[in-house]
């Protein structure tokens, strides 16, 4: 099991133990408003689902999942479709909005991504008035490609989205400026059988 550690999070694929967690978080509206593919409200076994879905599509090598922990769950973050066009999704609990936890999990994947995959460039959007997750990305190094609209399950109908595009040079640039700013730090990558939530020390 791939564990990334940051300098304030602890990075490692679902488990069983999550679905309570994830279940509580999601199914705030202000969270699975500005997601595409949840349903509203959010329940366990949709969490069950997600995470035994996630975990087959992680051991045949077709996405990367990660949940983000402090104390305890706090969000996660993906990039799925590897062997196509891989795309970064992410969400995070409210109680943890505006702490920098969305930029400093994701740009911990993206860096692990572009150093164990053969990629160049990722994929996301976000919906047009979600400006906090759109500022995410500018902090990764995305550029605006284009817009859009796409089907919100949470709320039924279609939204505006706005279309973004990482290449792993634009990354390079943005991460090596956090690094030296201190802003995260550069996660180290362990390999363990980790069958309880891993939390910072």
């Known amino acids: ?17 999550d679905a309570d967690d994830i279940a509580d978080f999601i199914s705030n509206w202000n969270v699975s408003r500005m997601l595409a593919r949840v349903p509203h409200p959010y329940f366990r076994a949709d969490a ?23 104390e305890r769950l706090i969000g996660a973050v993906s990039i799925e479709g590897l062997s196509g066009t891989p795309e970064l999704g992410y969400w995070l609990a ?5 702490k920098g936890f969305a930029t400093e999990g994701a740009a911990a994947l993206i860096r692990h991504a572009f150093s164990t995959r053969a ?10 008035e979600n400006n906090a997750s759109f500022n995410v990305q500018e902090k990764l ?7 859009g609209l796409k089907w919100s399950s949470a709320r039924n109908e279609m939204v505006p989205e706005y279309q ?28 363990l059988s980790c069958v309880q939530p891993c939390h910072d020390a």
Request: proline share 4%; net charge positive; glycine share 6%.
């Open 1 to 17: 099991m791939d564990i990334l550690v940051t300098k304030r999070l602890t990075l490692r694929p679902p488990l069983e133990v």
């Open 48 to 70: 069950m689902e997600w995470i035994e879905r996630i975990s087959k599509n992680v051991d045949a090598g077709e996405d990367l999942v990660f949940t983000m922990h402090r």
């Open 94 to 98: 409210e109680p943890f909005w505006g």
């Open 119 to 128: 990629i160049e460039r990722i994929e996301s959007a976000v919906f047009k």
């Open 141 to 147: 190094g995305f550029k605006l490609a284009g817009n």
């Open 164 to 191: 973004t595009v990482l290449t792993r040079a634009d990354f390079l640039r943005a991460d090596s400026g956090r690094v030296s700013r201190g802003v995260i730090a550069a996660p180290a990558q362990r390999d």
